[in-house]
Structure formats: structure tokens, C-alpha cells
């Protein structure tokens, strides 16, 4: 008679992750996903779906620095900068004082938010760390422009 396979079970995966997040040992862990799931499994089966869960997460959470929290970031700039554009256009077509003031405040409310993006988003430090490597490289380059002029002065 074969074992069954829980594999990939959300349920299972869930009481592993309540297990680990109650730092249960191996042996009260596999009693708790046997009385609250129904699931029988041994400590050794239990160790090896904790390990891949650790490493799923890991994962994931790389993922989420490298790919996801970028992206948020520059769409989130985006969309400020598009409410931004739209209350310029009401401070200059409103002829109401009281209006054109709420848009003015606004405005500065929008750019306070969108400054800690600017300001903590790992987008930016990549783009600083770049733009600092071409600005290195352009001051090599006008080194080696002076170069070439010295030579041209030779012949």
C-alpha cells in the first residue's frame, strides 16, 4: 500500500508555517499537524518541508526587494507625478483664489509623499551607484581627452 502524498497541500503547508512560526520542536510539530489536520507524517518529513519552505520564502523575499519593490516605486513616482500635471492644469485654468490655494496645498502634500520614495527606494541607490560609475568613467575619458590633445600638438 503506498504513503500519500501531501506534497504541495496548502493546508499542510499552512500548520508547517503556524509550526515554524511557534518554533515547535519536530516531535510536537508533527503531533500538532497530525491532530489538526489529519496528516501523517513523520519528524524527517516535517525537517525537509520546513527546509523548502525557508527557501521558498527566501526567495520570494528576494524577489520582492529586487523586482516587486522597485516596480511599486517607479509606478508609484509615475502616478504622482500624473496627479501633479493634473493640478498644475486646474491652478492655471481656475480663476477661483480658493480653489487654485487647494490645489497649491495639494501639490505640496503630493511631493512630501513621493520625496521618501525618492528617498528610500533601492531604485534610487542603483541609480546613484550607476550614475556615480559613468561620472568615474567620464572623468577617465576626459583624462584621455587631454591625451589626444597633446598628441594632436606633438604632430
Not at 502524498?5 to 515554524?20: F, H, I, K, Q, T
Not at 521558498?56 to 519593490?69: F, G, I, P, S
Not at 496627479?83 to 491652478?91: G, N, R
Amino acid at each position: 500500500m503506498s504513503r500519500p502524498r501531501y506534497g504541495n497541500n496548502p493546508e499542510l503547508v499552512a500548520l508547517v508555517r503556524s509550526c515554524m512560526r511557534d518554533r515547535l520542536t519536530y516531535a510536537a510539530a508533527v503531533l500538532r499537524i497530525r491532530d489538526e489536520g489529519g496528516f501523517e507524517i513523520t519528524k524527517k518529513k516535517y525537517q525537509r518541508m520546513k527546509s523548502k519552505i525557508k527557501k521558498l520564502d527566501q526567495n520570494r523575499l528576494e524577489h520582492l526587494a529586487t523586482v516587486e519593490y522597485p516596480r511599486f516605486t517607479i509606478d508609484t513616482i509615475e502616478v504622482g507625478k500624473k496627479v501633479e500635471d493634473a493640478l498644475l492644469d486646474i491652478v492655471e485654468k481656475t480663476k477661483n483664489d480658493w480653489v487654485k490655494i487647494s490645489a497649491l496645498d495639494s501639490i505640496m502634500k503630493n511631493r512630501k509623499e513621493l520625496a521618501q520614495f525618492y528617498d528610500s527606494s533601492p531604485v534610487m541607490a542603483e541609480l546613484s551607484k550607476k550614475l556615480q560609475h559613468e561620472n568615474e568613467y567620464d572623468l577617465k575619458k576626459e583624462s584621455n581627452d587631454l591625451e589626444e590633445h597633446r598628441e594632436a600638438d606633438k604632430k
